[in-house]
């Protein structure tokens, strides 16, 4: 069931509650892919009904990103989530999101901003204002949806981190279940960013898996020098990468990790040519 209006889920929500029957919520911003079709899965198996909501969030991106080229694939979309077992794809317009004309403008918009600490890192440092987007979007979601469980997948993994603070921090009724990043068998982490990648750049994209295997592999062998694990990455570097991060952060909340442990996770993103690309690994 395809539905564009805060209302029509609303509708069909309180017709669920009514029955007690358990929601789940999948938050996308469309162009679906494997990596989604795993969240949908686990949110069919343990719901009784699933929210699949299909939304290119225009407050999440930051000057100079590819909000207009985002890929937007519908109509294949719904398809997906149809054979699924999704209950409802939830697409509404930027303007039923946000109905104010000057829904861009910080004076219009009532914001949801996560703690500094968490967001001065990583990709908060080169996008800024971004998880104050995220954030401020999936709140949204969940008041609309009210759903008990919300499936996010852990390539984002500093975004799983912050709504999972928010969701503590501002006692939202929701558990939010991660689930592990899908990679395609070369090992590249799906990405609906991926279909901007020419053959060539996917093979230069490998980088960041190996990167990252090797150092967990490293790891396991029983270095633990951050220092040491880093310098392993430049090996697999050429001059078509541009490498932004390579970070060894707390798995529960990003601080700095100066010796590796079984709650690390090593974080990484590079652009090849405009396209930017991200993945992690927990060492554990």
Request: aromatic content about 8%; charged content about 25%.
């Amino acid at each position: 069931m395809l539905v564009h209006t805060i209302a029509e889920v609303r509708e069909k929500v309180k017709e669920w509650k009514k029955q007690g029957l358990t929601i789940g919520l999948v938050p996308t911003m469309g162009a679906l892919h494997s990596g989604h079709l795993s969240l949908i899965k686990k949110s069919v198996e343990k719901c009784d009904k699933t929210v699949v909501s299909v939304f290119v969030n225009p407050i999440q991106f930051c000057p100079g990103e590819d909000l207009d080229k985002y890929p937007r694939t519908l109509e294949a979309d719904e398809q997906l989530c149809n054979g699924a077992g999704v209950d409802i794809v939830f697409a509404p317009s930027p303007a039923e999101m946000y109905p104010d004309a000057q829904m861009l403008s910080n004076d219009f918009l009532t914001y949801i901003i996560p703690p500094f600490f968490y967001v001065n890192k990583l990709c908060g440092k080169s996008r800024v204002g971004h998880f104050d987007g995220v954030c401020t979007v999936v709140n949204k979601l969940f008041n609309i949806v009210q759903p008990d469980y919300a499936f996010f997948g852990e390539k984002d993994r500093q975004q799983l981190i912050i709504l999972r603070k928010m969701v503590k921090d501002l006692n939202i009724p929701v558990e939010i279940i991660p689930c592990p990043i899908v990679r395609e068998e070369s090992g590249l982490a799906l990405s609906s960013r991926n279909k901007y990648l020419s053959e060539n750049d996917k093979i230069n994209a490998l980088a960041l898996s190996k990167i990252l295997f090797n150092i967990k592999a490293c790891y396991n062998n029983g270095i633990t020098d951050v220092d040491a694990l880093t310098e392993t990455a430049y090996s697999y570097l050429n001059t078509c990468h541009n490498l932004e991060y390579l970070e060894f952060r707390d798995a529960d909340n990003l601080e700095e990790k100066q010796t590796a442990d079984n709650n690390t996770v090593v974080f990484i993103a590079l652009k090849i040519g405009n396209v930017r690309l991200i993945d992690n690994i927990a060492l554990s």
